[in-house]
């Protein structure tokens, strides 16, 4: 099963939770991987990701399209004049879903961020099959941003599996101890929460893909050179 992970806005915590639960899932011999079709600005996400799979494939399939601009991708390809290849997403997404058991795609911002004029991450997940999982900082607000997140997505025809309350700061105020079980009461969708740093991800590994681990592929060798994984997609 493959997903498109989301955030209820830039400094979620995304690259964090698709990161650690790569890493985590790896460990336990599952064979997931994480990508970032679009990264805007500095690359350290990708990195990230890239760095979570023990570099199991080139950064170009990890990211196949960047923009030196940080704004959001559609902004990004107004100011560098280059429109996004969405044909170039589906090749690196096809290639990452054939060779891996499980694909992590991790968005930009929130759900409805554009990539084109017509086309946002709700459109990318429809192409490219993924149910969505949630990550939201935990912090006052959340409730709101999470609803509305979790609305769009099910009125866009999609499944999220999950919403994960991501703690990015120590204890501020009072919210912090009483969003999840709130948010629980409001949602019909399976709530998780993780702490800055965390690294046990067993809990939402389990939620994700544990009924489907038994047709699981075995994990495979790092491609020989760049120019081989290029030749594949």
Known sequence: MNYLVTGTDTGAGKTFVTSGLVRFSRSRGIDAVGMKPICSGD????????????SCEPEFVLNPIWFRTPVAPYTASLIEDRQIDLNALRKAFTHLAQRHAHVLVEGAGGIAVPIRSDYDYRDLARDLHLEVVIVAANRL?????VRLTEESIRVAGLLC???VLNSVQPESDISQTT???????LIDVPVLSV??????FSTLTGLLWSERRAAKPQLQA???SQKEAKERI
């Open 222 to 224: 790092t491609p020989n």
């Open 141 to 145: 607000g959340v409730l709101n941003h």
């Open 43 to 54: 690359n350290l996400d990708v990195q990230k990701l890239r760095e979570a799979c023990d």
């Open 195 to 200: 702490e800055h740093g965390q690294t046990d």
């Open 161 to 163: 599996r999950a919403i």
């Open 179 to 185: 969003n999840h079980c709130v948010l629980e009461s």
